[in-house]
């Protein structure tokens, strides 16, 4: 029975119409990249029949090529690896001193990151229609109940942020400075409350030249926002929607213009300090469950040089708090990893990546997690030293190189895993979810690809398995480089390069590929 396959399917065209030769699967994928727009742009192409490891397609399959998000396809596999698919994360809040008689904790209570990525109000299991609930200080306040509930009446110190799990280092090698105002860059911390991020929504005023109206969510007075945003009554505006943060603050300013018609923006915005920001946001839930906090929220980091060495290191500082007095688990990491490839979210990959370098190696840094990544791939996998350069686990560094047989040949090692079935199901499919959603809904090919996207500015890719016509599973790779035209233009042929795929019959008796 074929896993994509659960229910019937339309098959109706809705790409432009592909003239198909009658030639082989080669003819037909090199008649698609012929167009003189397509010729200018790099592509790189393997496609492997699992079972029997027999090639059906190849261009340019050894050279390399920056992958974008497809870099977490190793990334979550590395995790699968290592930590295991039951792996949790715990958060705890606890305290260097005992509750007093009157309910007093006279010093700072503390919220330990433990390197959960879903420490938000995410829904778990992933969800394609709600991401979250309303509420998105819903685990700091089941925290603070629990802190209420063992006796905590007043806080007379601080509430203090601690990330000292892993090393505090806001971005991976290859990530531009501009990445780090915006959501997809948010910086890497152990102690990651609602992803690192507010969002700024934005709504026309009431009437031309009125201020935009602006909500942010949750709104714990993180950022000082200066709204200058003025509402134009014409649908195309002049100057448009602006955000500046100047490097270094925590000031927002939106400018420009904003259509009376629009139905409104929304911003994700990073934050500069997580363990601040979730200690800020910690101490309102305090707040609101009726407990009294004198002191104010601070943020712990660990520093590199506290430790003998980033990439392995057999001691790391240690943080004594022996008043345990909440905790929350994270969801699994098979659900982890679902949210990461299927949303493509960077934090989360560049978390589970420190993760694992802190159980390898002792030590939560991205030096110590890229190397269990070449260690994982080079002796696990069997990839060859040239065939890769990982920079980080999310694929946002465009210092990142890969080529696309080394990408079947991890995509074929962990068809044949234990971790296989957590791994497929991890994956968008194609016209149903995640970031395939909406390609391939109303093609042959819907429900039949289950494959990872990445996307950069000049960059394309797409990799993963498919179904085809006679049930055949393939692993394949397609990416493309340094191209001058619309990237939509680009995308347009890779889907009809995985419909083709998806409706070619494969030669053969190796029937035991039919099986997922």
């Not at 009125?210 to 009554?233: H, S």
């Not at 911003?267 to 500069?272: E, G, N, R, T």
């Not at 990237?487 to 890779?494: G, P």
Request: charged residues 20%.
């Amino acid at each position: 029975m074929n896993l994509f396959l659960a229910t019937s399917i339309t098959l109706v065209q809705v790409l432009a119409p592909l003239v198909l030769s009658a030639g082989s699967l080669s003819d037909r994928i090199n008649e698609i990249i012929k167009t003189s727009a397509a010729d200018q742009a790099f592509w790189g192409i393997q496609v492997t029949d699992i079972h029997s490891g027999r090639i059906l397609y190849e261009q340019h399959q050894d050279k390399l090529f920056v992958p974008a998000s497809n870099g977490k396809l190793f990334s979550t596999a590395l995790a699968l690896a290592y930590l295991g698919s039951e792996y949790v994360h715990t958060t705890t809040v606890g305290s260097g001193v005992s509750i007093g008689e009157d309910g007093t904790l006279d010093g700072d209570l503390v919220l330990l990151g433990g390197g959960d990525p879903n420490l938000s109000s995410r829904s778990v299991p992933y969800n394609p229609k709600r991401e979250f609930a309303v509420d998105r200080l819903a685990p700091l306040r089941e925290l603070a109940q629990q802190v209420s509930l063992a006796g905590v009446k007043k806080i007379a110190g601080n509430v203090i942020g601690d990330d000292s799990r892993y090393v505090w280092q806001r971005q991976p090698s290859g990530w531009s400075v501009d990445d780090s105002v915006w959501g997809y860059g948010a910086p890497v911390s152990a102690l990651s409350f609602n992803d690192s991020t507010v969002d700024v929504q934005v709504l026309p005023g009431h009437a031309a030249r009125a201020y935009a109206r602006v909500a942010v969510r949750p709104d714990v007075g993180y950022f000082k926002l200066n709204n200058i945003l003025r509402t134009a009554t014409t649908r195309m505006v002049p100057r448009g929607l602006n955000l500046d943060r100047p490097p270094g603050t925590r000031k927002l300013t939106l400018w420009g213009e904003i259509s009376i018609h629009s139905r409104g923006r929304k911003l994700s915005i990073a934050v500069d300090d997580p363990a601040l920001f979730a200690a800020q946001a910690f101490r309102q839930a305090l707040n609101e469950a009726g407990l009294e906090v004198e002191g104010k929220a601070i943020a712990r980091h660990s520093f590199g040089h506290q430790f003998s060495s980033l990439k392995r290191s057999s001691t790391s500082p240690q943080n004594n708090y022996p008043t345990e007095l909440a905790a929350i688990n994270s969801p699994s990491l098979a659900e982890t990893i679902k949210i990461v490839n299927k949303t493509s979210q960077n934090l989360h990959a560049e978390m589970l990546l420190r993760e694992v370098g802190l159980r390898q190696r002792g030590v939560g840094s991205y030096q110590a997690g890229l190397a269990t990544l070449r260690e994982f791939l080079s002796k696990k996998v069997g990839l060859r030293k040239g065939e890769f350069t990982l920079l980080d686990a999310s694929g946002l560094s465009r210092g990142n190189l890969v080529s696309p047989a080394a990408t079947v040949k991890l995509l074929v090692h962990m068809w044949k895993s234990p971790g296989k079935e957590v791994f497929l199901s991890s994956l968008p499919i194609s016209g149903e979810d995640g970031t395939l959603d909406w390609r391939f809904s109303r093609t042959s090919a819907r429900g039949k690809i289950r494959a990872k996207t990445g996307t950069l500015a000049h960059v394309t890719a797409i990799a993963g398995y498919v179904s085809t016509a006679d049930q055949y599973n393939l692993a394949f790779s397609i990416m493309v480089n340094n191209y001058g035209v619309q990237a939509s233009y680009i995308r347009n042929l890779v889907d009809k390069i995985c419909v083709v795929l998806s409706e070619s019959k494969i030669e053969g008796d190796n029937d035991d590929n039919k099986q997922y």
